[in-house]
């Protein structure tokens, strides 16, 4: 079973920034639609940014404009990159395939707080 790692988590304030990436156990981005969800407190997860196989991206119109998703195929690793991040941004992120297919790791804690 193919095992998806999150990290580079934090604590920032808000308007800074970070990166998050996926790291998969095999070769497995190039050939379908991954995603980075989230989840607050309370709430129910939602999926955030879409990357497909040919590297369409699709985003939540809440980050447009804000987030960025890429992946590397040949390191089997993905991305998020994270700006100009608002208090309401703070979750647990995880990636997954684009419907949420494969077993949910651990996620990496994001926090937006001055």
């Known amino acids: 079973q193919v095992q998806l790692v999150e990290s580079g988590g934090g604590l920032v304030q808000p308007g800074e920034s970070l990166t998050l990436s996926c790291a998969a156990s095999?070769?497995?981005?190039?050939?379908?639609?991954m995603g980075w969800y989230r989840q607050a407190p309370g709430k129910q997860r939602e999926l955030v940014a879409t990357i497909s196989s040919t590297d369409s991206t699709n985003y939540a119109d809440s980050v447009k404009g804000r987030f960025t998703i890429s992946k590397d195929n040949a390191k089997n690793m993905m991305y998020l990159q994270m700006n100009s991040l608002k208090p309401e941004d703070t979750a647990v992120y995880h990636c997954?395939?684009?419907?949420?297919?494969?077993?949910w790791g651990q996620g990496t804690q994001v926090t937006v707080s001055s």
């Open positions: 095999e070769n497995i981005f190039r050939f379908i639609t």
């Open positions: 997954n395939t684009g419907r949420a297919t494969m077993a």
